[in-house]
């Protein structure tokens, strides 16, 4: 069975600040990881995500996420913030190997950036 | 229009009704998911569906039942509502086959609040 931790509920940090929000998982098969975002009353929409290959996998907004599998980790990181990254991020861990895909998703961390 | 579509967005009922969520999908995808968000405790999985004829239960099926009436459409009943049933509910959709990356595409969510 799979799980993702995530260490942090709620991170403020200041506008043009760097910011970190950490994910950890248990799996003991090969995963893909991914990161979501979820804007004020919406839905959430895919951020990035790893599959194979390079480690490091970047999005168009400037986040960028580094898959760590000795530490199990996939941490998502942005070297400086505007308001609009005011949202929640979940992680997310799938096993491709079955075939279902189907995946289990962290509680949340709530990003809130502060002029 | 969006892809994933959810009805109603918003639903006040008493306790002992029944609900019906319904979700329908543009994208032509054959896997299709419910989810429901509570606050801390992220997204859990209720039911999924990878084609008309298979239903699979998730970690929180009691309670809720399922219908797959074609491949674009997919309903959530709720028997006889409780009051710990408020919540957040996402349906999500997934192309299946070898291609497919694992991504879910999800509607912007029913918010569902049992008195």
């Known amino acids: 069975a799979q799980s993702v931790t995530q260490l942090d509920s709620q991170v403020p940090v200041f506008e043009e600040a760097p910011v970190e929000l950490r994910c950890n998982y248990s799996?003991?098969?090969?995963?893909?990881l991914f990161w979501y975002v979820q804007y004020p009353n919406q839905g959430l929409q895919l951020l990035l995500k790893?599959?194979?290959?390079?480690?490091l996998v970047k999005s168009i907004n400037g986040f960028e996420a580094e898959f760590n599998k000795s530490q199990t980790s996939f941490h998502l990181r942005k070297p400086s913030v505007h308001i609009s990254d005011t949202a929640e991020y979940f992680c997310a861990v799938s096993d491709p190997s079955g075939g279902s895909y189907i995946p289990t998703f962290g509680r949340g961390t709530s990003l809130i950036v502060h002029p | 229009d969006a892809d994933v579509t959810q009805t109603p967005r918003n639903r006040i009922t008493k306790t002992g009704k029944r609900i019906m969520l319904e979700c329908s999908q543009t994208?032509?995808?054959?896997?299709m998911y419910w989810y429901r968000q509570d606050p801390g405790l992220g997204l859990r999985l209720i039911y999924y569906?990878?084609?008309?004829?298979?239903?699979n239960k998730g970690e929180i099926s009691d309670g809720y039942s399922v219908s797959r009436q074609a491949q674009a459409k997919f309903s959530l009943s709720l028997e006889s509502a409780i009051p710990n049933q408020t919540a957040l509910y996402f349906c999500a959709t997934r192309k299946g086959g070898p291609s497919n990356t694992g991504e879910l595409f999800f509607g912007e969510g029913s918010r569902l609040t049992v008195l």
């Open positions: 790893y599959l194979s290959g390079s480690t």
């Open positions: 799996s003991s098969v090969s995963v893909y």
């Open positions: 569906s990878f084609d008309v004829k298979d239903i």
């Open positions: 994208k032509g995808h054959d896997r």
